[in-house]
């Protein structure tokens, strides 16, 4: 069974500059979320997906970042524009059932500079 | 609102010695908890979760974990601690009254020494 897939692994940008992400969770699975995980905390829950409808998106910086889930597949999340403060590891999960674990991809690392 | 706690930042324990590593929560209705670990440059790896039934659940590579509904905790436990088992410990916490949001708390890392 493939994982979650992410890309691109990393990314170092410029502040200002936009960045996206894709995610492509295992096939099946319903509900995606995207974390964001700073060195040494906890992953922060940005915005869930139910299919492709937003289930949650009540952490996301909605004035900078945006996250889509068309035909309720892949995922696209976008910074734009990015700052310091959003470098940071951006991780995909999805998981197979409401009481199913995370599935997680291996992360994509953004820098800003 | 739904909450995990990691209250300790770091536990230290010698190989062999038993471990635990603490999280408290709090959410609505019945609570689906989850913990994961994390290795240096690796993703979240699922250990063990409870959904229902049996208060003492048994996960990867020997931890287990108990729920404790009245304390509203579930601490990661295992009974001899290996220098392997240094990483980065994730508690999680699942909604299950709608939205089945998932949050996790700050982490606690593991160190293990020889």
């Known amino acids: 069974e493939a994982g979650v897939a992410q890309s691109p692994r990393y990314k170092i940008i410029e502040k200002r500059q936009s960045v996206a992400f894709w995610c492509n969770p295992i096939s099946g699975h319903a509900t995606l979320y995207w974390y964001q995980q700073i060195l040494g905390q906890g992953p922060k829950l940005l915005i869930q997906f139910q299919n492709n409808g937003v289930v949650d998106d009540s952490q996301l910086p909605k004035d900078r970042f945006s996250a889509e889930r068309l035909k309720g597949v892949d995922s696209t999340l976008k910074i734009q524009p990015a700052k310091l403060e959003d470098s940071a590891v951006y991780l995909c999960?999805?998981?197979?059932?409401?009481?199913?674990?995370?599935?997680f991809g291996e992360g994509s690392r953004l820098t800003v500079l | 609102a739904q909450s995990v706690a990691q209250p300790e930042d770091q536990v230290n324990v010698a190989e062999g010695n038993p471990l635990t590593v603490k999280c408290t929560y709090s959410v609505s209705g019945n609570p689906y908890l989850f913990w994961y670990v994390q290795y240096p440059n690796r993703g979240l790896q699922f250990l063990l979760k409870y959904i229902t039934g049996d208060n003492l659940v048994k996960g990867s590579y020997g931890f287990e974990a108990e729920f404790n509904k009245s304390q509203t905790s579930f601490h990661l436990k295992k009974p001899s601690a290996l220098v392997s088992d240094s990483a980065l410990y994730f508690c999680?916490?699942?909604?299950?009254?709608?939205?089945?949001?998932?949050?996790f708390g700050a982490g606690t890392r593991l160190f293990v020494k020889a």
């Open positions: 999680a916490v699942r909604d299950n009254t709608g939205g089945f949001k998932t949050i």
């Open positions: 999960a999805s998981i197979p059932s409401n009481t199913g674990e995370l599935f």
